[in-house]
């Protein structure tokens, strides 16, 4: 899920009267759809891929994070990749990677080039992402008709990930996981054909790519991602996390010095020096963390313990997709009233609550209570927070410093979500291992043959036992997420204090995914 992406960095261009406007939209639509269902339309498909390429639960995370590291840390170098080269040029390369990347995945064939895949889908979602919303100051003109664009674009994102869980579903269950793949290569190659035959280029700005800092910030997060994994399969003292660890760390000052001395960085240190700026991070972060957990956790849980279906656990997430839309639409009505930090601080508390409520999952929860309750007061509660945060992040900015804020969130969000599944994934892993020592003495007196012989090829406990060993490690998983959702309520409380002179009464272009 993601915020739709970057306000511009520049003072827009002035939009070319296009043949076809509504093709033109259509097309720009479709390509930011695309990117934004593949956060969900994957997760519905995970217990299918972790069958088929023999995943670990731990390891299956990095089908969601290879994607999501690449896509936030390359983010803002692929905004700043279609000022200084052209927007439509940087959008079709964008589109055809994201489409190349996703038919190698489809033919993955082990779990190493699923991987790599998706990474490449990352970056070509990085690339065309920023740069779809971008063209629309190209193509349409100030005013009402870039209004309408806009809020086109911002409904698009904002039902991409239903569409998402819907169509994993739908796909996983009639044809197979593969499929979840596939679907975009048609896809992109349309848009590709179409984009410049009804897309205006932009107007090219001088400028540099700050690849150091690209790099360093997204190999930094890479190696933290990956230590907290390692930790969660082999424990704190492996040497592989430690290296990881250490080399997180390096890489991580190396791209703090690289911002403060390089002349266009692509990350703005003095950004951070705005208190509610800042707190806006943070909670992004935190929340990221969360919701990440609960699409990859509940994910499983409903398939593996209440074995529905793939289409039915597509279905099962809806109700917390219309919670996060339904409450968007309230935040955004009341902004001009109430301002955004009481929708900040309540959303914050709903949030705490649902995940509080979820460290309750037990193998024999079932959907009302363990998973509809808390998902949709979650859901609500993230919906409460999203309007008024996009607000704050960009307040008080230099109009062309816009684009460096809202995609700066936009990435947070990526980012945050990676770290935050590492860390649950990490205590997740530690918690299974210590049920499954528990429920191994059980299972070895009275399962079956067959059993038993699943056992040995899989390394799983089937039946109850391993209801049990999935169920307590999520329920602990969430122990983490609540802990990080109160520090985003205390952050909301006592960090945010906006000033009504620095926040806009225009609406923020950008929806929610």
């Known amino acids: 899920m993601a915020v739709s992406d970057t306000v511009l960095q520049h003072p827009p261009t002035k939009a070319g009267k296009g043949q076809r406007p509504g093709i033109a939209l259509a097309v720009i639509a479709a390509a930011q759809l695309m990117v934004v269902l593949d956060a969900t339309i994957v997760n519905i498909a995970l217990p299918h891929i972790q069958d088929a390429l023999k995943f670990s639960t731990t390891d299956l995370s990095w089908v969601i994070n290879a994607y999501t590291l690449t896509f936030g840390g390359l983010l803002l170098l692929g905004g700043r990749a279609g000022d200084i080269l052209g927007r439509r040029r940087v959008f079709i390369v964008g589109v055809l990677l994201f489409g190349f990347a996703s038919l190698l995945g489809g033919l993955a064939q082990n779990s190493g080039m699923l991987l790599a895949s998706r990474a490449l889908q990352g970056i070509g979602g990085a690339i065309c992402s920023p740069t779809a919303f971008a063209l629309i100051a190209t193509n349409f003109k100030e005013g009402p008709e870039r209004n309408r664009a806009f809020g086109v674009f911002s409904a698009v994102a904002g039902s991409g990930a239903a569409i998402g869980l819907l169509a994993g579903g739908l796909l996983t269950q009639y044809l197979n996981w593969r499929w979840v ?7 992109a ?3 590709a054909l179409a984009a410049p035959r009804y897309i205006n280029e932009s107007e090219r700005h001088p400028g540099r790519f700050d690849v150091v800092g690209a790099l360093t910030s997204t190999l930094g997060l890479v190696g933290l991602v990956y230590g907290f994994i390692r930790v969660a399969s082999d424990g704190w003292s492996d040497t592989l996390a430690i290296v990881s660890f250490s080399a ?3 890489l991580m000052v190396l791209f703090v010095v690289t ?6 960085p692509i990350t703005p240190l003095h950004m951070f020096a705005n208190r509610n700026r800042s707190g806006s991070y943070v909670i992004m972060l935190c929340m990221a963390a969360a919701m990440f957990g609960i699409f990859f956790y509940v994910t499983l849980f409903v398939q593996r313990t209440l074995g529905y279906s793939p289409l039915k656990a ?3 997430f809806l109700p917390i997709s219309a919670a996060i839309i339904l409450a968007a639409q309230l935040s955004s009505a009341f902004q001009p ?3 955004p930090k009481p929708f900040m601080a309540g959303g914050s508390l709903l949030v705490v609550i649902g995940l509080t409520w979820l460290t309750q999952t037990s193998a024999t929860s079932g959907y009302p209570e363990g998973v509809l309750g808390p998902t949709v007061i979650f859901g609500f509660g993230m919906g409460c927070i999203f309007v008024p945060m996009m607000l704050i992040s960009v307040s008080g900015v230099a109009p062309y410093e816009t684009g460096a804020a809202s995609g700066l969130l936009n990435a ?8 935050g599944l590492s860390i649950l994934t990490t205590v997740f892993g530690t918690a299974a291992k210590n049920e499954f020592g528990k429920q191994l003495p059980s299972f070895m007196a009275h399962a079956t043959d067959a059993q038993k012989a699943d056992f040995a090829k899989t390394g799983q406990m089937p039946g109850s036992w391993g209801n049990e060993v999935l169920a307590h490690g999520i329920s602990q998983a969430f122990i983490v997420g609540a802990v990080l959702s109160v520090v985003a309520l205390v952050t909301a409380v006592f960090v945010i204090k906006p000033k009504a002179s620095e926040l806009s009464a225009e609406p923020v272009h950008g929806g929610l995914a």
């Not at 793949?181 to 896809?187: A, D, R, T």
């Not at 911002?259 to 266009?264: F, G, V």
């Open 181 to 187: 793949l596939f679907v975009n290569v048609p896809i």
């Open 189 to 191: 190659v349309l848009i």
């Open 248 to 250: 997180a760390v390096v």
């Open 259 to 264: 911002e403060r001395r390089t002349a266009q």
């Open 314 to 316: 597509g279905v099962a």
């Open 337 to 339: 009233k109430t301002g």
């Open 412 to 419: 947070t969000q990526q980012i945050g979500g990676s770290l």
